[in-house]
């Protein structure tokens, strides 16, 4: 019937946000190479390179956008926040193959901490101001936390048995090739239910209002390769000019591994959390949030230490310092005690980001 018009035919493949992201991305690359390969001094290559990253790292969410739409929040938040670590992982293989190691430990537990603390936070703040208190489905939120508190508990054993002088102390190599294994099979065993499509009854109360699909699946896993083919070349040239903006800004390994580190390899879940509660879609913007420090804990860090060892990089063990472990342990806590119940508002939002702010600010010195 003439009445009936196919909406998805005259719906646009890119929008302005689409060539925005594509043409910054693309600019950003270029500058990011020719600050590398001609010079630009000791902190702009460093500058270059991190806002290509982050611009990457956006391209590749929005192309996982547009494939976890079809799938629901459970595939959406494990699809984004797996790829979304992509530039992160480089980014820590390369600074184990430079022998970057305490950046490397700083980034994955500041990793934990930036999309516990302040991502989660920004998201809560931004909801609960424009929606009021929002709803992050109480059952899943919980087996959600519950997860998230069992890995990053599993991930700080070999720390604990390091500072207590324990016998495992003296095999801590040995000790976190066996715990990575451990959460790596855990990870394999959860995987299907976190794929599980939701089913009926608790709805996203925004999940009406999503926008469909625009780019066909070719499109999105086309551009998805080529972002993640660009990030890898992308997060050596970032490494390489990570050391020389160090040194000319005065910034510790730490403070640089904890923070910047950590939130330009997590810049999806910066943007994509922020905007789903924005649009009142909650339970995914929870679950791309949480997501993210679950997969650092199950998959990221034991990855990394398997593969530190196996390409004979500088040697990555489980073992943290004292301060990384007290503050991601605190804010573990302070997450499950905040969303066990099932709802955010922005006080809560705002109560996270304070805390971040005062971790951070705590690293500044090293």
Known sequence: MPTTTDRTTTQPTFVRSDHVILGAGGLAVLA?????????????????????????ASLVGRSVEQLGDRFGPGATGVLQSALGNLPELFIALFALKAGLVG????ALIGSILANLLLVLGLAFLVGGLKHGTQQLN???????IVLM????????????????????AAHEKTLSLIVSVVLLVLFAL????????????EADPGAGHAEAPRWPVWLAV?????????????????????????????????????????????AIENVVGVQLAAQNRSEYAFSIVINSPIQIALVLAPLLVVLSAVFGFASLT????????????????????ITFDGESTWIEGAALIAVYAVIATSFWWG
């Open 149 to 168: 508190v069992l890995s990053v508990a599993a991930m700080v054993v070999p720390s604990l048995a390091h500072y207590v002088h324990t016998p495992a």
């Open 32 to 56: 990011a190479a020719v600050t590398r390969f001609a010079g630009g001094g000791a902190v702009l290559p460093f500058v270059a390179s991190a806002v290509a990253v982050t611009l990457l």
């Open 222 to 266: 086309g551009l998805l390769a080529v972002a993640a083919a660009a990030a890898a070349f992308v997060s050596d040239w970032f490494v390489v000019a990570l050391e020389p903006a160090m040194d000319a800004l005065n910034i510790s390994d730490a403070f640089a591994g904890l923070v910047i580190v950590a939130i330009a390899g997590n």
């Open 138 to 144: 109480s059952e899943r939120a919980r087996s959600i």
């Open 103 to 106: 950046v490397v430990q700083a």
């Open 318 to 337: 489980l073992v943290f310092a004292p301060m990384l472990v007290v503050s991601v342990v605190i804010a573990v806590i302070l997450t499950a005690f």
């Open 190 to 201: 959860t995987l299907p239910a976190s794929l599980r499509k939701q089913s009926g009854g």
